[in-house]
């Protein structure tokens, strides 16, 4: 344990802001460029846990254990959003038949 | 201090892949490797509680689920909706935007403190279950009914419906 913890230190937390922000643009170019719905709910994700790594950097650095906390709890509400989030995928592939993101225009009536 | 750049490295190169790859049971296989260098991600910053959660929860729950309907719904590379070049160059082109403006946000950015992280106790499971029951009590019982809520949802939602089976 206590090599890991010489091995961390001196990384700034600039790189650690950095390093989240870049993945979560590819989170967003994921989003932008693919139709297939489950992958663009997979960028979600990405971006989700770029999210969650930032905030466990900032809860290390600052030495505050509330941080560490909000990332449990979105981690739960991750864990929702996919499950209904892939319901609603189902249900939508199974009227239309296919899981392209445009089969779901007609939803603007 | 090599490892984090290491690590930082594999993360984003197979995030690269998830979204580039052509077949979504590929893109759902990076992903899970993407998780797994997160989860080292966590243990470098000495997060155990952190790293033990996002290995069970995403790299087990989700990613199971993900594959799951994939697989449910047979999809593969034949069934993949394409978007045209130009889209993609201008999806790529909006997201670089993005990353160019953080990246200039943060240059004014002063942090103060230390360098160092993952010196500290406060990742353990000892600690985070203390400030969590004392600190947290409320939200952590209504993060409870937000599962149950999902859960009711999600099985309402992938029930067939009686009259139109």
Redesign the interface.
Known sequence: MET??Q?????????????C??????????V?????V??I???I??ML?SV??LL??F????????G??F???I??????????G??????V?RNTR?????ALNRLRG | MSVFYFVAFLSIFFALMTIFAKSPVHSVLYLVITFFTFTVHYILLNAQFLAIVNFIVYMGAIMVLFLFVLMLLNLNKDTEPLKSNLVKVMGVIAGLCLLVTLAGSFRVLEVTGPDAVGNTEIGLVGNLGKVLFSEFLLPFEISSILLLTAMVGAVLLAKNDPKNA
């Open positions: 890991i913890v091995e961390i230190q001196g990384v700034p937390l600039n790189h650690y802001i950095l390093f922000s870049l993945i979560f643009t590819i989170g967003v170019i994921g932008l460029i693919r139709r297939n489950i992958i709910m997979m960028s994700e990405l846990n969650n790594l466990t950097a809860s290390a650095h600052s030495g505050d254990a509330s560490q906390v990332v449990f709890f981690m739960a509400l991750a864990a929702a959003e996919v499950a209904v892939l319901a609603i995928i189902v249900m592939y296919s899981v392209d993101i445009n």
